[in-house]
């Protein structure tokens, strides 16, 4: 393995404080503890983990409605998730976002989005802005298979291009975009096609791999803090939950296909290959395991206990 | 004699007059996200493409400007769209489409050409959606000589409103609050359509007239109640069309009742409520007893949380305490 | 003692806050569509390029959603973004960035973040443009909270208002009516800036209240000469910010003058005239001795052939002809 | 050459009725006669030339603002034409929509465009009305290469692969968008290659060879009429002239890149190639370029005595 057992460790945890952590909201919408909804990111750990396991709190990422899971990655605290989604003050943005606005600017992460594409001119003027500052700052956007008919991909593609950016987009290919099969409105041979005709490079990568998809971020990262501009990175992966908290996701997919990638899965599949190459042992996950469960169940208690925002809040923070 | 009639759901009569239209021509064809197998995410169009497969009921890419400007160039040449916008806050990706192109191509090219495009996207909020899927945009539209804007209110009005719509040559935006999907009501059978630019009055009073659109008209129906067990008789004066707007309906029930309330659910500066408001000035100046009272979403963006989503939305309470303060 | 001043075509002003601005802060950058080498079409912006290189003054391709959207992520993190949309009509282009974004993220984060966004488009007609470039279309980002609008009608106020608009940080939009690009008028030395949310009294008077924005002031201000003459004395007020609005200067004068006329070069139904009139009768209803009147375009598409484009932009006959009818 | 010497004659009649009339728009505009602009099509006339000399009548065609070359190969009358620049009542849309605006509905002429990129939804559009309609029209997408980065144009073209839609994407890189050369703001090798992605076939073609066009065309239409969907062909030219009738255009190129081009000029250079291979002989061509001046001048003559509109014709044709 390219990273070292701690990192490797690192990288387990990341994906499995996402995993209990979804679990947890799903949880909560059933027992009726969420007014609004939720798009689970439970299967797709590897792609947040594995690309800001490669990046500084001064980087910066736009998330998606999918978005949980970015955050968490980027250094998000489970606690302040957790009330946002409850709709708590305490939560990261008052209550006034909910899930699919989580955001935390002090560490770059510029905000989940409720638009499909709507994180594409926030990455890629981020990017603009780090190379106007003359940083080494580089923003990685995250979009799903969807967000790639929305046609201003293409043009901030272009602008990246022309202008050599620092930004990376990372495509969430999880096989659908709510109900609908990626294929059956998507053309071509794949998604990082689309970037070629700018001249930026791209690849397809296991997203269901961590370190496959930290590898291709790793070289991303390095030639965009070169100065070497954009790149975009093709992680093919898969949703196990249906589309949201409320959709059981199996009216348009079949039980099997849902198994095999179960099968792949990338928390238990990177498990399985720290301990086969002895980079930890069980009873060093049972210690992850219990700490994590711990951490997110007191997130969950702490957010229950927290309070509403006060309806005065309501006309706050609409203008500067 | 009665009409015969059947109790629907607003979606339903949504999906009846869809189905209706499609069997009626041909050339009618639905588009939009997630609208084929799925039915649409609220499950308002389930049945439509069993029936008319999957050439006639399509699912898009998610490419808003784009397949609001394939429908431009269908509608152009002979065919009769029906797309969806599945939240109406995503209309802000197709403006240029609606605005520069449907909207006045007839015009440009000195009436050689017709759009009958319908546009069927939702509006509302109320469900803890947050701030970018729960607006009310419907008053950008309204403000482009071209477009027809229809609100409808009850599952009635809903089928007949969309079979009119959908027949009209004109491009339409049809709004459909999102909460009113299962809201029942008596839909009278057969093939009714309801003409464009006919106030509805959903409720006759002498005191004051409350005029609301799309789902207000049902917080104007419980505040009626309430005032009149405080003694003040109300009138429910619905538009249902704002272009055409029936600005003689709106004028006359003012004239009669010398005071009036606008609700309306897009935010309340710069909408809805202040075209309203000048039109009954303009017509009923003399009569008017008390400043007309606009009530719209508050002007913040919709947020997340129960507690506060609620304080940005018009209730029957607001409703009846402006009423009150007039009198 | 008079402050130093010197006279500046309207355009010369907006370049010369730009300019300031740019020198003053080094985050502040400008792009758009030839805005770099060629000045922008309208030749505004000549100089700038010059001054600042290609780093700060940056000729964008021909991609609004994209390069609004670059400016909104440029503005969460750091720079002072200033763009240019070419033509008004564009913005239809952009309202996804400029609505679901820009507007919201502020309010979305809980106050963490700010968008110091300001985009200067242009509008107006008059050029036989033609319906996709003639447009004023300022209604609808007014109607959205999360947005600042700023209606320039002078050199003076264009500097001061734009220089305002750079350093403010929230989102606002910056409309230049294009056929006033080459109108003179004096603007006083020095760094000063004018605060929004102040109307200013162009002209005053005592029998009716012209309420007009951008360039309908100097409609309103020809109205009044003519109206003098007939021995009518018009005040002129210019609201110079749509939001936020000075409704208490409206107010004042209108309740002062007891008749209005509001005058603004978008289409006239569900426009800005609306609000500006209900504004005035919610503050002043009291004191109306007639109807408030409202011009603005007509409501059709803008048509290219002069004659026909002339007869749907508000005239200083049109003004006067209202005020004469209400007296 | 692979036309016959008829079509071969047509093809340089359609471009000579093309310049012809553009030289007249700039007398007009000089001598005060139109109060719009107008994009003249000078130097570019062998791509609409070429690409209409496939298609029929029933074909749909979308234009741009630099339209009026699209219009004439497509078969509009001068004199209609001329009249709608002049703002005239007997113009082709009364007066009410100008140069930019030009159509001819009964033709398949959907309009030139005020939008950059306006087109491309419309196109698309009209081949997917085609198709469903079960017609073997074609629809014919002409943008130019500042158009190509306007994000539509990659939604549209994801549907015209995805469904298979009869529509040609015909662009223009006639090397500039307004003053603004095409290199510095559109990344990639070549615009041809951003249909690639989506399974499209697509070439580049010398946009100054009126058979290259017609030639690449004719394939894409087979295809297309074929039920094999869509197609883009980029032409590679220049415009002689300003980015519209106001402008000089010599203050962002050099003298000598406009001698270059214009001494590939597709008029000069097809009818030279006509008499080297005798398909013509000088004294037709004096027939032809006699009979076009008196077309034009005549369309300018009937222009100028045309009514106006009157001011009641502003408030018809809002609404159906
Ligand atoms: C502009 C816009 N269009 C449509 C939607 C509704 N919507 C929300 S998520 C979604 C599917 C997105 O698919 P994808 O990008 O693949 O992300 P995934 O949900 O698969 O992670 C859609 C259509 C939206 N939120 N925004
Ligand atoms: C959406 C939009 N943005 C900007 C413009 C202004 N504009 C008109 S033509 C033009 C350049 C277009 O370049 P290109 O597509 O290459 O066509 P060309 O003029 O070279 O034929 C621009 C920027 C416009 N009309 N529409
Ligand atoms: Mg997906
Ligand atoms: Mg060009």
Redesign the interface.
Known sequence: MSVDDRLAMEMYRGMLRIRRFEEQILNIYTAGLMDGIAHLYIGEEAVAVGVCSVLNDEDYITSTHRGHGHCVAKGGRLDRMMAEVMGRVTGYCRGKGGSMHIADMSLGILGANGIVGGGFGIATGAAMSAKMRRTDQVAVCFFGDGAANQGVFFEVMNCAAIWNLPVIYVCENNQYGEHTATDSVTAGECIADRARPFGIPSEVVDGMDVLAVREATVEAVERARAGQGAAMIECVTYRYRGHHVGDPGLAYRSKEEIDEWIAKDPVEGWKRRMLATGAATESDFHAVDEAVEKEVLDAVESAKAAPWPEVTEVRKHVYA | MSMPEKQLKFGEAIKEAVAEEMRRDP?V?MMG??VA??GN?FKVLVGLYEEFGA?RVI?????E???????????????R?VIEIMFG??I??T???????A????????????V?LTIRATMGAG???????SQS?H??T?????L?VVMPSTPADAKGLLKSAIRD??PTLFYEDKMMYNLKGPVPDGDITIPFGQADIKRTGDDVTLMATSSMVHVALGAADILEQKGISAEVVDPRT??P?DKKTLVESVSKTTRAVVIDE??Q???????L??VV??GA?DFLE???V?IGA????I??????ED??IPQEQDVVEAVTAMM
Chains 1, 4 share one sequence.
């Open positions: 050339v064809f996200e997630d197998a799925s995410i050439e699912d898009t890419p998610i490419s400007a784009g397949f609001v400007g394939l429908g431009v160039g269908a509608a152009l040449t002979g065919m769209p806050d995503f802000a990706l403006m240029d489409q609606l605005v520069n192109q909207a006045k191509i007839r015009y440009m090219s000195g009436g050689q050409a017709k009958p469900r803890s959606s947050a701030a970018q899927h945009l008053a950008w309204s403000h482009i000589p071209g027809k040559d004109n704002l272009v707007l897009g935010y500066s710069f909408g809805i409520t202040a075209e408001t000048s000035y303009e100046f008390a400043p007309i606009r508050m002007d913040v963006p947020p997340y949380s129960k507690p506060l304080a940005t």
